[in-house]
């Protein structure tokens, strides 16, 4: 039986309802975007699950497909089910919970089309070239993923959509950089060929990382604290650019760049060396973190003061 397609779907999701199985699902991916969850409200919630389903499930069509032409396949039947989302004549129970959700937040279906192409992207793991290669990458497989979050999260200054798009950029840096050898097993690398070759890093030397036991070669180290610098300035763009206004609807995206954050500052103290330090965060440490952020927002909330509580995404 081919995982994920919309036959074998049927096997997992019986008795259960829509809203259900976003959330079996949800739950069951232990992602770190989850622990924000618990601080919307009922509805807020329902639309991140489905969201997040929505994600988790075309993800794992391009990781754990094997059969380029399948994978192809299956988000071919995801853009479908999409326009029958807007068309409100879903068949999946994702789709379902899709459709309630843009009939209650302000979601562009030409979103759900670049998430797509982002999949396609690592399905086809055809090597970046350019910068701009990257950046595009990210916008449709993280920054997107912000745009459709604010809108569950509520914000008036338009200014904000500017910072979910960077803030999903240093999110999905950091991804690159923590899961640089996992992805190497699936032969992709995101880190764009003209920066490695400025570097002078070849990809035999990315996958012969593991074989380093104290220290990464000098210019592996340099490539990788390259691009740590650039999710940290994304990072830092980010929360200049969250308007006050905005800043306690959007607190939950606060709590989610705060894990993150944290990954990052770890891999900074390794060196960037994943292969010999893999970067991990248990649950309990992240819901700390999550705590750490609701009780600084929190006084923020009742002061208004942002010079005693300035912005920030540093609660390791």
């Not at 960077?166 to 995101?190: C, F, K, P, S, W």
């Not at 308007?243 to 306690?248: A, F, K, T």
Request: charge should be positive.
């Amino acid at each position: 039986m081919i995982p994920y397609s919309f036959d074998s779907y049927k096997q997992c999701s019986e008795n259960l309802s829509s809203e259900q199985y976003c959330k079996k699902k949800t739950r069951a991916s232990g992602s770190s975007f989850a622990y924000a969850f618990g601080f919307l409200s009922k509805k807020q919630c329902r639309a991140m699950m489905a969201l997040y389903a929505f994600c988790r499930e075309i993800d794992d069509i391009a990781d754990e497909i094997r059969d380029k032409n399948e994978a192809t396949r299956q988000i071919a039947e995801w853009r479908d089910e999409i326009d029958r989302v807007f068309q409100d004549q879903a068949s999946h129970p994702i789709g379902h919970e899709l459709c309630w959700a843009k009939q209650h937040f302000a979601w562009d279906k030409e979103l759900f089309y670049e998430m797509l192409d982002g999949m396609l992207t690592d399905i086809s793991a055809h090597a970046f070239v350019k910068e701009s290669d990257l950046s595009l990458y990210c916008y449709r497989v993280a920054g997107v993923v912000g745009l459709f979050t604010i809108e569950i999260f509520g914000y008036k200054h338009r200014q904000s959509r500017h910072f979910a798009t960077v803030l999903g950029e240093a999110l999905q840096l950091t991804n690159i950089l923590r899961d640089v050898e996992e992805d190497m097993q699936r032969q992709r690398i995101y880190l764009p060929q003209v920066a490695r070759s400025r570097f002078k890093v070849s990809d035999q030397d990315i996958y012969e990382g593991r074989k380093q036991h104290k220290k990464l070669p000098a210019n592996l180290e340099a490539l990788l604290t390259h691009y740590g610098y650039k999710a940290e300035t994304a990072y830092q763009k980010a929360l200049e650019l969250l308007p006050l206004e905005d800043r306690i609807s959007l607190r939950p995206a606060i709590m989610m760049a705060a894990i993150y954050y944290t990954y990052l500052k770890r891999m900074r103290s390794a060196q960037f060396n994943i292969w010999q330090h893999p970067c991990r965060i248990s649950p309990l440490r992240k819901m700390i973190i999550v705590w750490k952020v609701w009780r600084y927002e929190k006084s923020y909330a009742k002061s208004h003061n942002a010079e005693k509580f300035p912005l920030r995404v540093d609660f390791s």
